[in-house]
Structures are given as C-alpha cells and as structure tokens.
C-alpha cells in the first residue's frame, strides 16, 4: 500500500467534511447486517456514487440505491474523484465510494475487498476524524501482519499485490481530532467495480 500521509490539509478536510454531510442528509447512515447471522456491524455506512457496496444477511452486493430509502447514492464529490485522478493516475473514474462511520468502540475484522469485477483496479482510502489502528496482513489469513496508524487527511493507495491483502481496523483512538463535533471516524473507500 502507498500511504500519503496529511495529504489533506485541514482546510480541505472541513471542505470534504461538509461534502460528506450533503451526502449523508440525502443518504443517511445505517447499521448494515452481517452475512448469515444477520447481526449489526459496528461500523455505520453509507455510500455514493453509481454503486453502493452493501453487507446484508444474504451476503454482499453493490446497489445503484440506498437498502433503506430505496433512493439513488448521490454523486461523487468532483474533490474526491480529482483526488482520485491524481493520487491513482488511472485513466477511468471510481462508480462506488462506501462511507463508513466508526464510533468509539468500531472496529472492521480481518477481510479482503473482493466484491468487485475489477481486480486489478486500484482502491483509494480516505481517512477523517479520529485516528484508526488499521492492521495490513498479507495475501492470506496467517499471514504476518502489521499495525499502521491512519490519521485525519490520511490517503492510502492499494495496488498491486496489496489490493487484494488482509486488512480492518483494530480500534479508534477517541480524541485524536478535532475534525468531527460528535468524535469518531470517517473512512471514504472508492472502488472500481465493473471492468473498465
Ligand atoms: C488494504 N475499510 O470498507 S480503508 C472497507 O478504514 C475497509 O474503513 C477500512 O477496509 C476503513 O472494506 C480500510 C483502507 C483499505 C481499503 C482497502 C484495502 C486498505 C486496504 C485493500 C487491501 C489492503
Ligand atoms: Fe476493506
């Protein structure tokens, strides 16, 4: 993974900050099932974009509407797929961009991103808010891993071999910013989903 450490600056934050509240009036977050148990996750999401990626008793799936409202994602923010052109130099635009929210105690287990048509696409992370303990382990579940702390401004690119590695997020280390009121953490994941 090539993390761009404070990428943003804090100006730029609040400017997407405010971006992400826009989106969530229109798309709320919600607590999303897990697959088979049907228990909540901790993490809250929401997305934009022409696909949302959902996790739902029946398993995961992209969605071109919201599972609760029924409504459409609203549009990419035209800052995050500039972001996107610049910090991947890939020639095609991202269609999902998943919004989780984590409170204090959140915490995304051990997985692979591997819902997509479109291996060999890169992903772009965007951190804000309080800072995560995210833990990268390798191409297989006993892999050895390690911990990275991914703070407010924080950009991560995975490609390569890393797309396709282990990773979630440990814990949230409440207030480590002052970015969010309400505290926590905004992660932004876009994603190619289709082919391009
Ligand atoms: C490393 N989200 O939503 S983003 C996810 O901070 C997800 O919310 C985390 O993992 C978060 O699926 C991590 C950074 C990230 C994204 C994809 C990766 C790291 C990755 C794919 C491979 C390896
Ligand atoms: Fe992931």
Redesign the pocket.
Known sequence: ?RLLPNHLDPDRQRLLMAEVRRILDRAPLYSPAMPRSGNPLS?RMSNCGPLG?LSERSGYRYSPTHPVTGEPWPAIPDMVLDLWRAATGVGYLPEAC?I?Y?GPDAR?GQ???QDEDAPEAP?L?I?LGDT?L?R?GGPERKSPSRSVR?SSGDV?V?EGP????????DRILPGTSRLLPEGG?F?L?LRRVTKP
Request: charged share 15%.
């Open positions: 993974m993490v990626w998943l989780n984590y995304l997985h692979r991103d992903i992370s951190s995560a995210f990268l991914l991560v995975l890393s797309r396709h590695w282990y990773h979630g997020v953490r992660n994941t």
